[in-house]
């Protein structure tokens, strides 16, 4: 288990002056990338060994916002690891100990030379203390998308959207995707379906489907071809009074 604290800053919050999802999302890709960085499995590591981590997908449960200036805690921890596949949890919670959100995820290991699959390294075993897993419901890693979603405005992917690895950010993704949702539909759950890489300039087609209650809204992020980079879905409600809780 890995934790770290912070305080919830301006720059993270949105109009309701709450955690947006995708600060949230950022600080649970901090807290693995502190946790690899100080048990010198980091990126300088990875790029040696010539791997690199590829996220899978995401499952994010929201219970609860936290507040401007609201201080918290983030912590992470693996649970398994499968051949080549690593299962690791997250969560925040405030200092009283109140669960404000937790996750789960799924990664890849790969070896960047081959572009294969590769199994963990006895020091990446040693290191990466494994866990239990978190109790929560568990959602599949696949992500089915609505035959009814429309086709909206195809974008370039810029310079911005980029990590170390070359490849778009996996909180990227999800940003781009939120842009299709309402601005007052209030996210209780994402879940993020990574199915290939996108780098510069590559064309991103969104399509996005909503269900008939307005509860659940996916966003298929295609290429040209028609085949998805990701999947997002965003399960929740419409809030048309009152403040976030």
């Not at 789960?104 to 960047?112: A, H, Q, R």
């Amino acid at each position: 288990m890995y934790t770290f604290q912070s305080r919830i800053r301006y720059s993270e919050v949105g109009p309701d002056g709450r955690l947006t999802l995708e600060s949230m999302l950022d600080y649970f890709q901090d807290v693995s990338t502190f946790h690899s960085e100080d048990l010198g499995l980091g990126v300088e590591y990875l790029k040696e060994k010539n791997m690199v981590w590829v996220m899978s997908s995401w499952q994010i449960v929201v219970e609860r916002y936290p507040a401007l200036c609201e201080r918290v805690i983030i912590g992470t921890a693996p649970y398994e690891f499968k051949g080549f596949i690593g299962y690791r949890n997250f969560w925040m919670e405030t200092e009283a100990g109140e669960r404000l959100a937790y996750a789960n995820s799924i990664w890849s290991l790969m070896n960047t030379v081959k572009m294969a699959p590769a199994k963990p390294p006895e020091e990446m075993l040693e290191g990466y203390q494994l866990a239990e897993r978190l109790p929560m419901e568990y959602a599949p890693r696949k992500i089915a998308v609505p035959e009814n979603g429309r086709e909206q405005e195809t974008l370039k992917v810029r310079p911005h959207h980029l990590d170390t690895n070359g490849h778009v950010n996996n909180g990227q993704h999800v940003r781009i995707a939120m842009d299709y949702i309402p601005g007052d539909f209030q996210i209780r759950q994402m879940r993020a379906e990574y199915k290939k890489q996108a780098v510069l300039q590559d064309r991103i087609v969104p399509v996005m489907a909503v269900n008939a209650e307005n509860t659940l809204y996916t966003v298929s992020l295609n290429g040209e071809d028609g085949r998805p980079y990701s999947i997002v879905e965003f399960s929740g409600m419409n809030l048309h009074a009152g403040e976030r809780n």
